[in-house]
């Protein structure tokens, strides 16, 4: 089955570090990427969509000049936490689409975000 | 409003038992519907997809009811292992979670 593969799982950094998170389709093209971000105990929130070729398209709120995201692949989708603060800390997740219809989901494993 | 609401739980169950979840959604227009099954801190995992005739997977059955906009999860015969947190996705251009409901299985 399709596989997403996600690097760091884990990552502790000081505050004001910036933190790239890869997230790789093993089996697959992803012309689009889906970034989450979860808080303990909340749902997914979906932060941005990447597609592979152009510009990432963020949703409401979410800062674009601190959560750069770049796509430069068919398989290979990053995002970058710049300057990271405490309240960064969280679980991000990737996930791409499948099959045309994008109607089911691959998820990466998730990576766990820590800044001191 | 929420565009998918689920009760958080969490629901505490012996072994072998029935348990049910709901999850409401806001937008009419909804095109697909899905349970995962999140473990934690772990990515969530494809459960199964929901279809209004309803459809079963072994011991898991799920129901969609478009006229009342929820849908459920049936678990039978539960296992330690069913013990996870269980998120309803809803498919309209772009995919909305629930906060997911905690089910505990206890021996």
């Known amino acids: 089955g399709a596989v997403v593969s996600q690097h760091p799982s884990w990552v502790i950094c000081k505050s004001g570090t910036s933190v790239k998170i890869e997230c790789r389709s093993l089996?697959?093209?992803?012309?689009?990427m889906f970034w989450y971000r979860q808080f303990p105990k909340q749902s997914l929130m979906l932060m941005a969509t990447?597609?592979?070729?152009?510009?990432?398209?963020?949703e409401q709120g979410v800062e674009k000049d601190k959560f750069l995201i770049n796509h430069a692949s068919l398989t290979l989708s990053t995002l970058t936490v710049t300057s990271a603060h405490p309240e960064d800390s969280s679980f991000y997740i990737c996930?791409?689409?499948?099959?045309?219809?994008?109607?089911?989901?691959?998820f990466g494993s998730g990576t766990q975000l820590s800044v001191l | 409003r929420k565009e998918v609401e689920q009760d958080p739980g969490p629901f505490n169950v012996p072994e072998g038992a029935t348990v049910a979840f709901n999850c409401t959604y806001s937008n009419s227009a909804s095109q697909s519907f899905f349970w995962y099954r999140q473990d934690c801190r772990k990515e969530p995992k494809l459960l199964m997809s929901v279809y209004s005739s309803g459809n079963e997977d072994g011991r898991f059955t799920a129901q969609l009811n478009r006229a009342s906009q929820y849908i459920s999860l049936l678990i039978r015969d539960s296992k330690l292992s069913d013990s996870a947190t269980y998120l309803c996705v809803v498919f309209l251009n772009k995919f909305y979670f629930g906060s997911g409901t905690k089910l505990n299985v206890k021996p």
């Open positions: 990447s597609n592979e070729g152009s510009k990432a398209t963020y």
């Open positions: 089996d697959f093209q992803a012309t689009t």
């Open positions: 996930s791409a689409p499948v099959d045309a219809y994008i109607a089911k989901l691959f």
